[in-house]
Every structure is written in structure tokens, then in C-alpha cells.
């Protein structure tokens, strides 16, 4: 009997032997397939990095070249703007003549050197770039 027994317990034995050797063939097949998609994923993201480097670079010449177009624009309209005030400031002078100002006054009230004074005086008293 104790033959019999150990027949048995061989037989059952080598049954669990056969089914642990399966679980391990089965759990080999998913490490692999999970290490399949692993790569596959990292092959993805990398190819999304790439992508992502790529619209970045862009963006930021994309940007550049809009702060640069931004510093033309506000070194323009700072242009204009002097220009404008220039011009606002002798069409004042000229104004304040035909009102009988004296070129002093013009340094005071206009901001004139005394030359631009004298000068905006002279071409009122001659007639010339009058205001209407």
C-alpha cells in the first residue's frame, strides 16, 4: 500500500509539476506581450517627443519674429508720435505769434530753444507757414 501511495503522490507530484510549468509558460507569454507594448509605447512617445521639439521650435521662432515685428511697431509709432508733437508744438508757437507772443514766451510756454523761438517769430512776421 505504502507503494500505492507512492505512486500516487509521485502522480500527483508530476501533475502539479506540469500545471505550475504551464503557469509559468502562460505568465511568460503575457511578460513578453507586456513587454511588447512597453516598447511599442515608448516607441510612441518618442515619436510624440519629437513632434513636441519640433512645434516648439516653431512656436518660438513663430514669437521671435512677432517681438521683433512688435519692437518695429512700437519704435514707429514712438516716431509718429514725436512727429506729431513736434509738429503740435511749432503749429502752437506759431498760433501764439499771430496772438502778439513774444519769442520768450514761446521758450516758455512751447518748449522752443530761443533759436526756434526767433526763427517761428521771423517767419510769422514774414508770412511764411502761417496757421489758419
Known amino acids: 500500500m505504502t507503494l500505492i501511495v507512492l505512486a500516487a503522490l509521485t502522480a500527483v507530484s508530476a501533475l502539479l509539476m506540469l500545471v505550475v510549468m504551464g503557469m509559468q509558460w502562460a505568465n511568460l507569454r503575457r511578460i513578453r506581450g507586456l513587454e511588447e507594448s512597453l516598447l511599442e509605447s ?7 517627443q519629437r513632434e513636441s521639439n ?3 521650435l516653431t512656436l518660438g521662432k513663430a514669437l521671435a519674429a512677432v517681438d521683433q515685428r512688435l519692437g518695429q511697431t512700437q519704435r ?5 508720435e514725436n512727429k506729431d508733437s ?5 503749429a502752437q508757437a506759431s498760433k501764439l505769434i499771430q496772438m502778439g507772443a513774444a519769442p520768450e514766451d514761446l521758450v516758455k510756454s512751447c518748449g522752443l530753444s530761443e533759436a526756434e523761438a526767433k526763427l517761428v517769430s521771423l517767419m510769422a512776421a514774414r508770412g511764411v507757414g502761417r496757421v489758419s
Open 86 to 90: 513736434g509738429s503740435l508744438t511749432y
Open 42 to 48: 515608448r516607441k510612441k512617445q518618442e515619436a510624440l
Open 76 to 80: 514707429r509709432q514712438q516716431d509718429l
Open 54 to 56: 519640433k512645434t516648439i
